[in-house]
């Protein structure tokens, strides 16, 4: 990374190519209502979705282009980030508050060519849960999941999609495996043997209860097939008839054009009901398949279950390997 003002200091080593195109900033209303406006500096900088290991790398912010910043958070572990310290948070599409950038490569209320006197426009606020500016205890925010792997997780559940399947309830016991590869820690109560490891709703209770995620209604998303906040990782889980109990759950494994998730699964039927199945054990015929589509019945899944709810259990925090 490189200061505004064109003095290299660190380097983070990430195998990244610089965007050719002039980003346009948009934001929805929400995020303008209470964003401030920054300018990035002389040399553009990379977006990652987790500040305290520089990971999830995101989209660049190209040289002089102008992006609304929701708010700052201080955490200096990467050299590069001082002097100063603090990480913007990018409330510009396409990063939609999902990326952050280090504050020291914005121009931050300084002339383009100079003097370059603030590390960081203190104007901005401080993400939430975060005690910092001038005057504080700069104490950085804890980050969340800082165990998760999301590459080593999406990278189990392509390796075992098509694996051969037992019988009974199985989507929860595949996605539970997926996240123990990812290093997710097990808990006394969701492990091998326990009830949150074998059923949806004892999983999505367990992990809403226990670790940092968002849950969050997706059901009008099935008219675009889009889910801006999705990433591999994630669950996404689904009530065929919205009863109120989860049927199915599946694990996020990519996002296909348009941020449309891709998922992989077990369980696509439910084994116990079929002794032909539960005698076989057969492999799924696809790894991964679009959210809102059925790789069975060649459907979609809205046009199957008229009155379907959608859900993603986004995993807050997490990281990604830099190669993946």
């Known amino acids: 990374m490189f200061r505004r003002h064109g003095l290299t200091i660190v380097t983070v080593a990430l195998s ?11 934001a929805d209303s929400a995020n303008a ?39 700052k958070v201080y955490d200096p572990t990467i050299v590069s980030v001082s002097p ?34 603030h590390d960081t426009d203190l104007a901005v606020p401080d993400c939430g849960g975060v005690n910092t500016g001038q005057g504080a205890s700069k104490t950085p925010r804890a980050v969340a999941n800082p165990t998760y792997n999301r590459s080593a997780a999406v990278s189990w559940a392509l390796a075992h999609a098509q694996d051969p399947q037992g019988s009974g309830a199985l989507c929860a016991w595949f996605v539970s495996n997926a996240l123990w590869a990812g290093k997710l820690p097990q808990g006394p109560s969701w ?36 889910v801006p906040a ?12 919205d009863d109120g109990a989860l049927d199915h759950v599946s694990f996020v ?14 369980g696509q039927i439910n084994f116990s009901w079929h002794l032909w199945y539960r005698g076989f054990k057969p ?8 959210w809102t589509y ?31």
Not at 283 to 290: A, D, I, K
Not at 295 to 305: G, N, S, Y
């Open 230 to 241: 999705a990433e591999p990782g994630d669950l996404i889980a689904y009530d065929w008839d």
């Open 253 to 266: 494994v990519g996002i296909a054009s348009g941020q449309y998730p891709e998922v992989s699964e077990w």
């Open 283 to 290: 492999r799924s015929p696809y790894v991964s398949r679009g």
């Open 16 to 26: 990244l190519a610089a965007a050719t195109s002039i980003v346009v900033v948009t």
């Open 191 to 226: 492990r091998p043997g326990a009830a949150a490891s074998r059923w949806v709703d004892d999983l999505v209770n367990y992990l809403r209860s226990n670790d940092s995620v968002s849950w969050t209604d997706i059901t009008h998303n099935l008219t675009t097939n889009a």
């Open 84 to 117: 100063g310290g603090y990480w913007y948070r990018i409330a510009s599409s396409p990063w939609n508050n999902r990326y952050y950038a280090p504050a020291n490569t914005f121009m931050n209320g300084d002339p383009w060519n100079g003097p370059y006197r």
């Open 33 to 71: 209502a209470s964003a401030t406006r920054e300018q990035q500096g002389h040399h553009g900088v990379n977006t990652f979705t987790n500040y305290h290991n520089a990971s999830g790398v995101g989209q660049r912010i190209p040289a002089s282009t102008w992006v609304l910043v929701s708010c």
């Open 294 to 324: 059925s790789q069975v019945d060649h459907e979609w899944l809205q046009r199957e279950h008229k009155n379907m709810r959608a859900y993603l259990l986004h995993i807050n925090g997490g990281y990604f390997l830099p190669s993946y």
